[in-house]
C-alpha cells in the first residue's frame, strides 16, 4: 500500500493541492485564498474526510506565503509550529527539486506544491 501525502500551498490569491500515492498523482485542486474561506474548519474536515476515504492517515506537508494562512485552518499554531490531530500530522516545509512522477493533465502546473512534499520524506 503506498503512502498518501496531501500537500497544501497557500498563498494570498489561491489555495492549492495535491494529493498522491507514493509517486503518483491522484488528486489536484486550486481553490479559494485562504482569507477568502469563511469556515475555519474547511481543511481540517477536508482532511479528516480523506483519511477516512483512503482508511488511512496522509501525511500532510503545507507551506504559505504567510505563517497566518497555515494558523487560520488550524494546521499550525499563531507561531507556525505543526499540529497533529487523530487524521493528520503537519509538516512545514520550504520548496526544493527531486525526481519526476507519473503527473495529471488538465488543471495547471503543480511542479512548486509537489517539491514541497517530497521535501519532508527525508525528515523524521
Do not use: N
Not at 44 to 54: G, K, P, T, V
Not at 89 to 109: A, F, I, Q, S
Not at 111 to 117: A, E, I, K, M, P
Request: no cysteine; glycine share 8%; hydrophobic share 40%.
Amino acid at each position: 500500500m503506498s503512502e498518501y501525502t496531501v500537500t497544501m500551498s497557500f498563498s494570498g490569491v489561491r489555495s492549492r493541492i495535491l494529493v498522491t500515492a507514493g509517486t503518483d498523482e491522484i488528486l489536484r485542486a486550486v481553490l479559494p485564498a485562504p482569507r477568502q474561506v469563511r469556515h475555519t474548519q474547511a481543511a481540517l474536515s477536508f482532511l479528516e474526510s480523506l483519511a477516512l476515504w483512503l482508511d488511512q492517515s496522509p501525511r500532510v506537508v503545507v507551506s504559505a506565503a504567510e505563517v497566518d494562512a497555515t494558523s487560520l485552518f488550524g494546521l499550525t499554531d499563531d507561531f507556525g509550529t505543526p499540529q497533529r490531530g487523530v487524521y493528520y500530522h503537519v509538516e512545514v516545509v520550504e520548496p526544493t527539486r527531486r525526481r519526476r512522477g507519473k503527473r495529471l493533465v488538465g488543471v495547471g502546473e503543480f511542479r512548486d506544491v509537489r517539491q514541497l512534499s517530497l521535501i519532508s520524506e527525508g525528515r523524521p
